[in-house]
């Protein structure tokens, strides 16, 4: 039998009922090799479309459902690191509310994390939020010195498509807030504390891209993300002095650009990934 894995899932407020339902299914029920565990993270209140949505599909999973509501908004970061502690196993998949795992996703990521890899993630396909059509493929890099390279300057993983094990995470500090970046500073800072890793090409998680999207990845808020994390990069030595400064240049330039060149950029240069078709 395969090792046994708890899925970790944060929702909140601004989530959709009916692209969470569609994301919790399938990830579990839906997946050829489940989890064994859920564990879903309620950050902060919701509203009535959301709680009905939350207690059916915890109602009706096939597995374990460890729910953890937490009072009042705290964003991601600590949603997620309270949402670890009650894992009940050392692997962990991580799992947005909008988005669509495809049914070997579990099934062909398993095995790579017991075969010694402490972190994995996948490709994924681009689907529109209006009507589902797919509009891009990301292929990310792969190979764990190749990865390592790529991740001084972009964010080598997609972080709805990972799965790890908890142990490097912890070791690496766990999540921890910065500004909009803290799935990119956990990544680098696992590959500094000595993390095998590694991504399969093959798209295995559907990625939800509403209206916006690119919109939301601009302006000053994300460049004092941007600036925030590229100075918490140069700290732990995790980039050199040049790249550290490359990236301040570059990707913060891209903050500022007019949204239909940010599309073109973001996802030629800066998303998790190697490349787009």
């Not at 095995?111 to 994995?120: F, M």
């Not at 689907?127 to 001084?152: C, K, M, N, Q, W």
């Amino acid at each position: 039998m395969s090792t046994p894995f708890s899925l970790l899932m944060p929702v909140y407020r601004g989530d959709d009922a009916t692209h969470f339902a569609k994301a919790f299914t399938s990830s579990v029920g839906d997946q050829t090799a489940r989890p064994a565990q859920v564990v879903l993270v309620q950050d902060g209140p919701v509203g009535d479309d959301l709680a009905a949505a939350i207690d059916r599909v915890v109602a009706e999973s096939p597995v374990p459902v460890t729910r953890h509501v937490i009072d009042e908004n705290v964003g991601l970061a600590r949603a997620l690191e309270a949402g670890l502690g009650r894992c009940e196993h050392e692997i962990v998949a991580r799992m947005d509310a909008d988005d669509i795992s495809l049914p070997e996703r579990f099934a062909r990521q398993l095995p790579v994390i017991e075969g010694g890899v402490d972190l994995v993630g996948t490709g994924m396909f681009e689907f529109l939020d209006d009507g589902g059509a797919i509009v891009a493929r990301r292929t990310p890099r792969t190979g764990h010195d190749e990865i390592s390279r790529y991740a001084r300057f972009h964010d080598p993983f997609s972080h709805p498509t990972v799965m790890y094990r908890r142990a490097a995470v912890e070791r690496a500090g766990g999540y921890q807030p910065l500004g909009l970046m803290e799935d990119y500073w956990l990544f680098a800072r696992m590959i500094h504390a000595g993390a095998s890793v590694e991504n399969l090409a093959e798209p295995l998680v559907m990625y939800r891209v509403g209206a916006g999207a690119y919109a939301r990845r601009g302006g000053r808020a994300q460049w004092r993300s941007e600036l925030e994390l590229q100075r918490a990069l140069r700290r732990i030595r995790f980039t050199s002095r040049w790249e550290y400064l490359r990236n301040v240049t570059v990707r913060g330039a891209y903050r500022f650009v007019p949204e239909r060149v940010r599309k073109v950029a973001y996802r030629r240069l800066i998303a998790g990934g190697g490349s787009t078709d």
